[in-house]
Nanobody
Framework: QVQLVESGGGLVQPGGSLRLSCTASGSIFSIYAMGWYRQAPGKQRELVAIIIGGRSTNYTSSVTGRFTISRDNAKNTVYLQMSSLKPEDTAVYYC???????????????WGQGTQVTVSS
């Protein structure tokens, strides 16, 4: 099994910054990709940012230029640096990792428990 533990959420004023962290542990042979999703009340969960292989990144258009995703492969940790936060960024943010537990095993998706980010004055 694989566990993802997130940290770093909270309440921040518009224009402020937050940094989310997520560490994967357990039966890990390789991690293909790690990413962040978010779900606001009454809305579907959406991809915020993803990093593949530690280098290739992709962002949803609404956060491009404001959010930066990075990954520490040695620590199996992914970060999301969020700047210039807006009230519409308010959501529960979920960490995702696509993990193989063995050399010949397929990759499966695992999820963290979610961390609340609230942007409000």
């Amino acid at each position: 099994q694989v566990q993802l533990v997130e940290s770093g959420g909270g309440l921040v004023q518009p224009g402020g910054s937050l940094r989310l962290s997520c560490t994967a542990s357990g039966s890990i042979f390789s991690i293909y990709a790690m990413g962040w999703y978010r779900q606001a009340p009454g809305k579907q969960r959406e991809l915020v940012a993803i990093i593949i292989g530690g280098r290739s990144t992709n962002y949803t258009s609404s956060v491009t230029g404001r959010f930066t995703i990075s990954r520490d492969n040695a620590k199996n940790t992914v970060y999301l640096q969020m700047s210039s936060l807006k009230p519409e960024d308010t959501a529960v943010y979920y960490c995702n990792a696509r993990v193989a537990s063995g050399g010949s095993s397929p990759h499966y998706d695992y999820w963290g428990q979610g961390t609340q980010v609230t942007v409000s004055s």
